[in-house]
């Protein structure tokens, strides 16, 4: 099935009397949320959804523990991995950065090889927007 895209005009945010250009973006075509998730593993597993939304779960539990407990990069095999990056000011001297430095933090996802090769077979069709 091919991603959908509508076109959009917009401005350029650090050059405001620049002329406004047209682009590509995605539509979104819906959710998928983990109950449905489960459903769908289940027909692939043989495993009941019950139990793929149990395991499923128990990945998001342990996802936060992790980043909540030391900020452990998680390995999810051919999905990719899930790490923390923070950004900081910069001191003049290593001894004067402390916390307060610290100015924001994220969740990065990195997708796997075989995720990564899916998008470049992926297919496009222009929808009205």
């Known amino acids: 099935m091919p991603i959908k895209y509508k076109v959009i005009e917009r401005g350029d945010p ?13 539509v979104n075509d819906g959710e998928l949320d983990l109950p449905s998730i489960g459903k769908r593993l289940e027909k692939r597993s043989g495993v009941n959804s019950i139990d793929v939304n149990a395991v499923l779960l128990g990945l998001v539990q342990l996802a936060q523990e992790e980043i909540t407990e030391g900020g452990r990069t998680i390995r999810l ?3 990719g991995s899930l790490a923390v990056s923070i950004s900081s000011e910069g001191s ?15 969740l990065i996802f990195r997708p796997s090889k075989a995720l990564k090769d899916a998008l470049k077979v992926v297919s496009y069709k222009k929808v009205d927007g």
Do not use: H, M, Q
């Open 14 to 26: 650090r050059d405001k009397n620049a002329p406004k250009k047209f682009y590509a973006t995605v």
């Open 77 to 79: 095999g051919e999905l």
């Open 92 to 106: 003049d001297k290593a001894e004067d950065v402390s916390s307060n430095n610290i100015r924001g933090i994220k």
